[in-house]
């Protein structure tokens, strides 16, 4: 299912740089938009994961690049590796201070974990195990690859539209699109953008959530680490764009507005009654 997301995904992506080049260029932009297409869909399978982790900054944590954090970080992800029997992921480190973590890669071989500041600071060894295990779910599932050529693919879009509001309206020959095709881009690409932020399945952070509840053995972990994300985003939002936020564990904005309309995230509340349940129905059977 995943695969077949991510080639709609591509598939869009070459639909739209085609649509744009016409309305931008007419033949000739046509022909530049096919050219666009092969390269960003080349540049989304193999190059995604690591805008998204330039997007953010990201420093690599490694025994010889931020040791302090590789010796608290790396036995908790290595353990959890081994039990959902996927190879050990790049680890990186984000300098925000909000807290939150996403993990990104085109498949379990080439994954890659990232934490905030934020959230080494505030989480306690177990609650992080929590957040280590809900993340490399999504790296077992195979959703990282969608995830971050979704993002690339929004990312294009919002560019798309810029280029459309500065190049669109054309005058000057009497090629089809020029003005109108601007104008659509103008108008449909917020719009584009939001539905495929829409289309990244909200029931992957619940099997997400149920992942990190398997293999820890605990749901309070994660239940008492959302607690705290869903407070500590809110008092320290994450400069972080509409294009990556459905990567986060956690939707990184706080409040209302256009915010929400990008959120791919099911409630927090939700996602805690749960991994409540798991927890009943763990206790009705051991009592069986």
């Not at 900054?57 to 608290?72: D, K, L, M, N």
């Not at 009497?174 to 003005?179: F, K, L, R, S």
């Amino acid at each position: 299912m995943n695969a077949l997301k991510t080639t709609l995904l591509l598939g869009l992506l070459s639909g739209l740089l085609l649509f744009a080049g016409e309305a931008m260029g007419g033949t000739t932009g046509l022909e530049y938009g096919l050219v666009a297409a092969i390269g960003m869909n080349a540049f989304s399978y193999f190059f995604s994961d690591k805008l998204s982790l330039m997007t953010y900054s990201a420093q690599p944590v490694t025994p010889q690049e931020r040791p302090e954090i590789y010796a608290r970080v790396a036995p908790i992800v290595q353990g959890l590796a081994q039990r959902m029997n996927i190879p050990m992921p790049k680890l990186w480190l984000i300098p925000d201070a909000s807290p939150n973590a996403f993990a990104t890669g085109r498949n379990p071989n080439h994954a890659s974990v990232a934490f905030t500041e934020g959230i080494l600071s505030l989480m306690t060894d177990r609650e992080l195990e929590g957040v280590v295990a809900h993340e490399l779910g999504h790296v077992q599932h195979r959703d990282i690859l969608t995830s971050s050529v979704a993002a690339t693919l929004a990312s294009a879009i919002t560019f798309l539209a810029r280029m459309a509001f500065w190049f669109g309206p054309r005058r000057d020959d009497d090629e089809e699109g020029g003005a109108w095709g601007g104008i659509l881009m103008m108008i449909l690409a917020p719009i584009a953008a939001m539905l495929i932020q829409m289309a990244i399945s909200r029931s992957r952070e619940f099997d997400a959530d149920a992942a990190s509840a398997k293999y820890t053995g605990n749901p309070d972990e994660l239940i008492s680490a959302l607690a705290k994300l869903e407070n500590g985003v809110a008092r320290v939002p994450m400069d972080a764009t509409p294009a990556t936020a459905h990567l986060f564990i956690l939707n990184p904005f706080s409040g209302g507005g256009i915010a929400k309309l990008f959120s791919t995230h099911p409630s927090t509340e939700e996602r805690i009654a749960r991994l409540q349940a798991m927890k009943s129905d763990a206790y009705r059977t051991m009592r069986r």
